[in-house]
Nanobody, 130 residues
């Protein structure tokens, strides 16, 4: 059974940094995409960043390009999202999601595939406020 567990959310001031972690387990395939998605109140869930489990190829949404960095520790099956220069508009619930069907970061992180992923974590809150 696929399982994703997020951690690392919290309250941070504008301009600050946070690192989110996603611990993955139960994966029976080596090739998949995994990434971070966020949903703010009243808004659609957005694909923030995704990474391929084998070649490390990545995708970033334009809104976070240059500020966020996704990485993976293959030995520990953990995916990280380093978030720098945080803005109030980054406030949202952040979810870890896995795509074992397609596995291409650019596809998995965007519509329509982002709404059809194979596993989701429970979410972690990130609030950027002074």
């Amino acid at each position: 059974q696929l399982q994703l567990v997020e951690s690392g959310g919290g309250l941070v001031q504008p301009g600050g940094s946070l690192t989110l972690s996603c611990a993955a387990s139960g994966f029976f395939l080596d090739y998949y995409a995994i990434g971070w998605f966020r949903q703010a109140p009243g808004k659609e869930r957005e694909g923030v960043s995704c990474i391929n489990s084998v070649d490390g190829s990545t995708y970033y949404a334009d809104s976070v390009q240059g500020r966020f960095t996704i990485s993976r520790d293959a030995a520990k099956n953990i995916v990280y999202l380093q978030m720098n220069s945080l803005k109030p508009e980054d406030t949202a619930v952040y979810y870890c999601g896995a795509d074992i069907t397609v596995g291409v970061p650019r596809t998995s992180c965007q519509s329509p595939r982002k709404d059809q992923l194979d596993a989701w974590g429970q979410g972690t809150h990130v609030t950027v406020s002074s």
